[in-house]
């Protein structure tokens, strides 16, 4: 709950603002795929454990309302990453398989063909696996259900530009700002207590790839001749 007034906050944070421009309205369709997993510094500084970079991939739609060349972009997106960790005395390996649904609030700025964005993103987790020795566990009771992540991105229309349809073409950072695991529950994400005999540590979630969109102009609110009652208009 705390995480979700948080995200509430940051939202509205991120939507403050005003031009008086004419708002308009576009779709699409998009995917990333990228560099993914959880970074927590008890298995980086451990010499029991060799931390490698998962893989992840997302896929989903966006709405976005904008005035003129800023505007917010609403994402929602089916999320899964996997993620490896291999036991150096034993040479086993423990993996975690993440599957979410993730809803981003940006703030985008979109000129010269080219956009950027920054704001937050709400990761609601759906179901968390730890497959070790040939065993598969359900573990999705040891991570808390959502977390909140900082996003940056940019990139560039490579096709299209009148602004009924464009295919985009970008790069997506995202750092998770709260803590995934579960402090009372000290086995994730390897499922090995002794990862904390320095204490507890918090596993946030990353992801660094490339995005690809593609976008369609819905229409927008203008007046069709002057002193016109305002409507909408499809482009």
């Keep these: 709950m ?107 700025n979109a000129k010269n063909l080219g956009y950027f964005e920054i704001g937050p993103k709400l990761a609601l987790v759906k179901k968390v696996t730890n497959t070790a020795t040939g065993t598969e566990t359900d573990v999705t009771a040891d991570y808390e259900k959502n977390n909140i992540a900082a996003v940056l991105g940019f990139g560039a229309n490579i096709m299209g530009n009148d602004g009924r349809f464009s295919g985009i073409l970008g790069v997506r950072f995202e750092y998770g700002i709260t803590d995934l695991g579960l402090k009372d529950n000290m086995t994730s994400p390897v499922q090995d207590v002794s990862i904390y005999s320095d204490g507890y540590q918090a596993s946030h979630p990353l992801f660094a790839g490339v995005v690809f969109e593609l976008n369609w102009g819905i229409g927008y609110f203008g007046k069709a001749q002057c002193g016109a009652r305002s409507k909408f208009i499809m482009f």
């Design 2 to 108: 705390k995480n979700i007034v948080i995200f509430l906050m940051l939202m509205i944070s991120t939507g403050i603002y005003s031009q008086k421009q004419i708002v308009w309205f576009d779709t699409g369709l998009k995917v990333q795929y990228g560099a993914a997993g959880l970074m927590n510094s008890a298995i980086t500084d451990s010499d029991e454990y060799n931390h490698k970079i998962g893989k992840g991939l997302s896929y989903g739609g966006k709405i976005g309302i904008n005035f003129a060349y800023n505007g917010v972009a609403i994402d929602v997106m089916k999320s899964s990453f996997t993620q490896d960790f291999t036991k150096k005395s034993t040479n086993s390996i423990s993996t975690i398989d993440y599957s979410g649904l993730d809803i981003y609030v940006l703030f985008r």
